[in-house]
């Protein structure tokens, strides 16, 4: 991007650097949320989301619980 700061894109005359960036932007929220599938799935196959759905009241939130 920084060696491309000066040129534009054709006749339309936007900035190739205003472009990537949002290009590079959109890359990276993609990417985060394959990750977060994959560390999702991972989790699923360790056992980990099983164990904590076999502790008691799991689904609960603690501090809506009634006293």
């Known amino acids: 991007m920084y060696f491309m700061r000066d040129m534009t894109s054709g006749a339309s005359g936007l ?3 205003a472009l990537l960036l949002r290009s590079v932007l ?3 929220a993609a990417m985060g ?3 977060m599938s994959q560390l999702v799935t991972a989790e699923r196959e360790d056992g980990t989301l099983l164990r904590a759905k076999a502790t008691p009241d ?5 501090w809506n619980a009634p006293a």
């Open 26 to 28: 959109g890359m990276n």
């Open 58 to 62: 799991s689904r609960h939130n603690p």
């Open 15 to 17: 900035l190739l650097g």
């Open 33 to 35: 949320m394959v990750t």
